[in-house]
């Protein structure tokens, strides 16, 4: 498929020449996907083993990860076109605004997968549930929220998992 296309029904902008932040690509995800063509539309809990390399200096961040069963793995769509305002995802003249979507093609192509955690060793993590390209950048990997418990003390006032506030 020639990812590059405009459909029918799709409207395009110019690209932005101001970037309002920078990024710091902190590893690679390695999938078995090797184009866009192979991906699925959606990462799978049993999908395929993949491996996320974080970069070294960014290996001690991994400490305590283990204790998930879920992460959320965000990472940039590198290969993504940035100039979709309005999309036509099926070819089928239903179009879409960017926002309403799931789609890759965003402004900032930033993505986002709840996975599953397999492992944490030797400074890489094992999941299933991607749905990404060989060689897509990491941006950042978190505990799910839906399974987050802080680690850290409540501020005073703040309303922690399970509790209602007074207010309701």
């Not at 965000?74 to 940035?82: G, N, V």
């Not at 941006?139 to 501020?155: C, E, I, M, S």
Request: proline share 9%; glycine share 8%; hydrophobic share 40%.
């Amino acid at each position: 498929m020639n990812w590059d296309l405009t459909r029918p029904g799709e409207i395009e902008t110019a690209a932005p020449t101001l970037f309002n932040a920078g990024l710091v690509f902190i590893g690679v995800i390695r999938t078995p996907y090797l184009t866009r063509d192979d991906c699925p539309r959606q990462g799978s809990a049993d999908g395929p083993m993949c491996r996320i390399e974080v970069a070294d200096l960014w290996k001690p961040a991994l400490k305590g990860l283990e204790a998930y069963e879920r992460i959320e793995v965000l990472y940039w769509m590198h290969q993504a076109r940035r100039d979709l305002l309005v999309q036509n995802p099926k070819s089928d003249g239903m179009t879409f605004g960017t926002f309403a979507l799931r789609s890759p093609v965003r402004p900032n192509p930033i993505a986002t997968a709840s996975c599953v955690l397999v492992a944490v060793e030797n400074g890489a993590v094992l999941v299933r549930g991607l749905d990404c390209v060989d060689g897509t950048p990491l941006l950042d990997l978190k505990p799910d929220r839906r399974g987050f418990v802080p680690q850290a003390t409540p501020n005073p006032g703040e309303v922690t998992r399970g509790e209602t506030s007074a207010a309701n």
